[in-house]
């Protein structure tokens, strides 16, 4: 099935690290690169990971992704409250010949 | 100033037409792939389609294959989504954007603003 899994929802602290999973299958996170985007409120999306964990210029090192088999991760440090943003992850699909996004997460600052 | 703008959303009649466009500057147009992405109030991201360089290859989501058509006009640095039987769950705001050429197929480094298309009786 060609469907990127996301938790709905995730919560910090300011100052603190919080990470985000995406969980994928063989013919999407397990054979191509991952994207990690974020959303704020009213906006575009903008990218904030390329190529798995590449950062593209002006995202702070604050933001950092990985990936392992058919998983990959977000990783935010030092929480700010202007991170409070949706955030979603993508990729290719084989299957599907297609982009395949996440059904994001909605990120809380408390 | 390197931006996307998009327009031609509207409200419409299901099996109705629409063209949204996408017009580009600041940057070489025709040096990138392009893709149309959408997004339904209050959901998630769905990418619908992306043309090549030199308009050679394209491809669509399976829920618009079919029904809609991506172009490009490079000589007026301009994005095309040519929309036909539209239904109410193509409800959704439209973004154009395009790919970053040094990474793999979908990461997306610059969004239009978007364009809110309506489908409604």
């Known amino acids: 099935q060609s469907v990127l899994t996301q938790p709905p929802s995730a919560s910090g602290t300011p100052g603190q690290r919080v990470t985000i999973s995406c969980s994928g299958s063989?013919?999407?996170?397990?054979?191509?690169?991952v994207f990690w985007y974020q959303q704020l409120p009213g906006t575009a999306p903008k990218l904030l990971i390329y190529?798995?964990?590449q950062r593209p210029s002006g995202v702070p090192d604050r933001f950092s992704g990985s990936k392992s088999g058919t998983s990959a991760s977000l990783a935010i440090s030092g929480l700010r409250s202007e991170n409070e943003a949706d955030y979603y992850c993508a990729a290719w699909d084989d299957s599907l010949n297609g982009v395949l996004f996440g059904g994001g997460t909605k990120l809380t600052v408390l | 100033q390197v931006q996307l703008v998009e327009s031609g959303g509207d409200l419409v009649k299901p099996g109705g037409s629409l063209r949204l466009s996408c017009a580009a500057s600041?940057?070489?147009?025709?040096?990138?792939?392009m893709s149309w992405i959408r997004q339904a109030p209050g959901k998630g991201l769905e990418w619908i389609s992306y043309?090549?360089?030199?308009?050679?290859?394209?491809n669509y989501a399976d829920s618009v294959k079919g029904r809609f058509t991506i172009s490009r006009d490079d000589a007026k640095n301009s994005l095309f989504l040519q929309m036909n039987s539209l239904r109410v769950e193509d409800t959704a705001v439209y973004y154009c954007a395009r790919e970053l050429a040094v990474a793999g197929t979908g990461a997306f480094d610059m969004w239009g603003q978007g364009t809110m298309v309506t489908v409604s009786s």
């Open positions: 600041g940057f070489t147009f025709s040096d990138y792939y």
């Open positions: 190529n798995n964990y």
């Open positions: 043309i090549s360089r030199s308009s050679t290859y394209t």
């Open positions: 063989s013919s999407n996170i397990g054979s191509n690169y």
